[in-house]
């Protein structure tokens, strides 16, 4: 084989590569389309392919929102429940650059009208890097229960509405339960989503479940300060 039948050769296998990859990903992405419409369909919700509810726009000050670049809300189910709007959204940004580019997709909900935070929280599982950075003094918000803090990770503006929020009936239902979860609040703004950032429309149910039922845990003076509303029923618009 000569060295231009080669050349070619090699092209036309990134070629046939390339082009399975996104005859792969196109067929995933419908494949996900058609399960979102369905969930969509039987919970009286609307499908979104596009951010038609403006998410990027509205959730910029989030943590979430502010790291890395090319930002972009696509695949939205929503609907409401009780009064609350709640929306499940993928995001996706990227860090770095050129070959040091890294591509982040993260499926979140997000609670419109369920509570009013008055500074941002932060919450996700502690990890070895925090460990560390704890060691050499730089702390997140500790509580009176230590098996949290050795769990949870927790920052706020305003430590105070750390302490008013994590009363002991939620931390012992995060400490308890099976799944770590990831959520940020701030004003009438709350997303929320599993540790790893993904799940699949077959949890749906059940992240919105457990969203509202951390909510429901917050002591009475908690919710009186925060407004949150009731738990009841989810519905469509």
């Known amino acids: ?79 409401q429940r009780d009064g609350v709007r709640f929306c499940f959204f993928t995001h996706e940004f ?60 927790v920052k706020a503006d305003d430590k105070k509405t750390a302490y008013d929020f994590f009363g002991r009936e939620v931390m012992e239902s995060l400490v308890h339960d099976r799944e770590k979860y990831c959520f940020e609040a701030r004003g009438p703004l709350f997303i929320f989503s599993l540790s790893n950032l993904q799940f699949s429309v077959s949890r749906f149910d059940f992240v919105l479940g457990a969203a509202f039922g951390l909510l429901g845990k917050l002591d009475p003076l908690a919710r009186e300060k925060f407004l949150v509303r009731p738990v009841g029923k989810a519905t469509g618009r």
Not at 53 to 71: A, N, V, Y
Not at 102 to 116: Q, S, V
């Open 1 to 79: 084989m000569n060295e231009g039948v080669l050349v070619f050769t090699i092209i036309g296998g990134f070629v046939v590569v390339a082009a399975t990859m996104v005859i792969l990903t196109l067929q995933y992405l419908r494949r996900v389309k058609r399960e979102l419409q369905a969930y969509a369909d039987s919970h009286g919700c609307t499908f979104s392919a596009k951010d038609t509810l403006g998410i990027l726009k509205l959730c910029k000050d989030l943590k979430e929102f502010r790291q890395g670049s090319s930002h972009k809300v696509s695949l939205l189910v929503f609907g």
């Open 94 to 153: 990227e860090t770095g650059s050129g070959d040091s580019t890294t591509h982040y997709n993260h499926r979140w909900l997000l609670l419109e009208g369920a509570l009013t935070v008055p500074s941002h929280l932060w919450v996700r599982p502690e990890n070895f890097v925090d460990r560390i950075a704890e060691m050499m003094g730089f702390d997140d918000i500790d509580f009176e229960f230590n098996q949290f803090n050795d769990m949870y990770f």
